[in-house]
T-cell receptor, first 112, second 115 residues
Framework: RKEVEQDPGPFNVPEGATVAFNCTYS??????FFWYRQDCRKEPKLLMS???SGNEDGRFTAQLNRASQYISLLIRDSKLSDSATYLC?????????????FGKGTRLSVIA | DTGVSQNPRHKITKRGQNVTFRCDPI?????LYWYRQTLGQGPEFLTY????????KSRLLSDRFSAERPKGSFSTLEIQRTEQGDSAMYLC?????????????FGNGTRLTVT
């Protein structure tokens, strides 16, 4: 089983739609979880951290399910500018946040 | 600009040549990481430093690769005898140690093409 697995997509959704991405991780001792966004030919940028109780940032909601070892990202009211690849990131060790392991990413295209 | 800085942005080299990339992290960050990314893949961990100490190296880092961070500030990644399979985006990131939830901040990357 890969350390971090994501559905590669692409997800093609109309503007205004709600879209959800899931990610599973293999290390039950992982402590740090993030979603990064990566635009084409650009570096990854932190979208949001994922906390145990779940957290929301505007149109974005992240959830963590430790029992099932998955995290999710929900995007409401999709905008054209949300088109990007979304990377699930998990720390692969028991302590600290190193090394962070990235999934392959899920591509999202929001269509007008 | 106080972000992570990498140079060069692009490097084209012939197979067998040596190349060196530089990364300047965010000044107050004591951890520095190197990742490699190829098309359709997420970034893959190569190595990281805490201050000047290299704490971990991935098995992806063959003996042709060497990274240094001599004064705990900037870092260099050298690839000797480059191969076509080394063509990738090399990403540097930095973070603050001491917090489980300290995210990585990436530079723009160095895109290497080996011909």
């Amino acid at each position: 089983r890969k350390e971090v697995e994501q559905d590669p997509g692409p997800f093609n959704v109309p503007e205004g739609a709600t879209v959800a991405f899931n990610c599973t991780y293999s290390n039950s001792a992982s402590q740090s979880f993030f979603w990064y966004r990566q635009d084409c030919r650009k570096e990854p940028k932190l979208l949001m951290s994922v906390y145990s109780s779940g957290n929301e940032d505007g149109r974005f909601t992240a959830q963590l399910n430790r029992a099932s070892q998955y995290i999710s990202l929900l995007i409401r009211d999709s905008k054209l500018s949300d088109s990007a690849t979304y990377l699930c990131v998990v720390n692969g060790r028991n302590s600290g946040n190193t090394p962070l392991v990235f999934g392959k990413g899920t591509r999202l295209s929001v269509i007008a | 600009d106080t972000g992570v800085s990498q140079n060069p942005r692009h490097k084209i080299t012939k197979r067998g040549q040596n190349v060196t990339f530089r990364c300047d992290p965010i000044s107050e960050h004591n951890r520095l990481y190197w990742y490699r990314q190829t098309l359709g893949q997420g970034p893959e961990f190569l190595t990281y430093f805490q201050n000047e100490a290299q704490l971990e190296k991935s098995r992806l880092l063959s003996d042709r690769f060497s990274a240094e961070r001599p004064k705990g500030s900037f870092s260099t990644l050298e690839i000797q005898r480059t191969e076509q399979g080394d063509s990738a985006m090399y990403l540097c990131a930095s973070s603050l140690a001491g917090s489980n939830n300290s995210p990585l901040h990436f530079g723009n990357g160095t895109r290497l093409t080996v011909t």
